[in-house]
C-alpha cells in the first residue's frame, strides 16, 4: 500500500478530536467494524459508531495524537497514538471504571478502495 491512506488518517484524527463525526464518517465504510476500547468488542457501521461515541463523550474526553504511521502492502496502516483522556471539566481521570486511560496504543486501520472498512487497537 502507498503511503496515500495517511493524510486521509490525518485528518480523521484531528475530526475526532474536534468532536467532528461527520468529517470522520466522510472516510469510513458504510458497515465499518469498529474496536470499542471502552467495552471491548466491535461496533458495527456509522450508526453504531455514532452512538458508542457519544456515549462515550458523554463520560470523558478522548483526545488522540498520532505520531508514527507504518502502512502495509496489505491495506492496512498501523498508526501510534498518544491517547489522552480527561474528565468533562478537562482534568486528569481518578478512579476510572472503564478501560480508557492515558497511554500510548497502536491503532490499525483497515483501508480498501480509500476507506476505513475495519478499526483495531493492537
Known amino acids: 500500500m502507498s503511503n496515500d491512506a495517511i493524510p486521509m488518517i490525518q485528518r480523521m484524527y484531528a475530526d475526532f478530536n474536534a ?3 461527520d468529517g ?3 472516510v469510513l ?3 465499518v467494524a469498529w474496536a470499542n476500547g471502552m467495552d471491548g468488542g466491535y461496533v458495527h457501521g ?3 459508531l455514532r ?3 457519544t456515549r462515550q463523550w458523554s463520560m470523558v474526553s478522548p483526545h488522540v495524537d498520532p505520531v508514527a504511521f507504518a502502512p502495509s502492502a496489505d491495506g492496512r496502516v498501523a498508526v501510534e497514538v498518544i491517547q489522552t483522556v480527561l474528565d468533562l471539566d478537562g482534568k486528569p481521570l481518578e478512579g476510572q471504571t472503564h478501560g480508557l486511560k492515558d497511554k500510548t496504543v497502536t491503532h490499525v486501520f483497515h483501508v480498501v478502495e ?5 478499526f483495531d487497537i493492537a
Open 46 to 48: 456509522k450508526e453504531g
Open 51 to 53: 452512538e458508542y461515541w
Open 24 to 26: 470522520v464518517f466522510a
Open 19 to 21: 468532536r467532528n463525526i
Open 29 to 31: 465504510d458504510d458497515d
Open 114 to 118: 480509500g476507506r476505513i472498512v475495519r
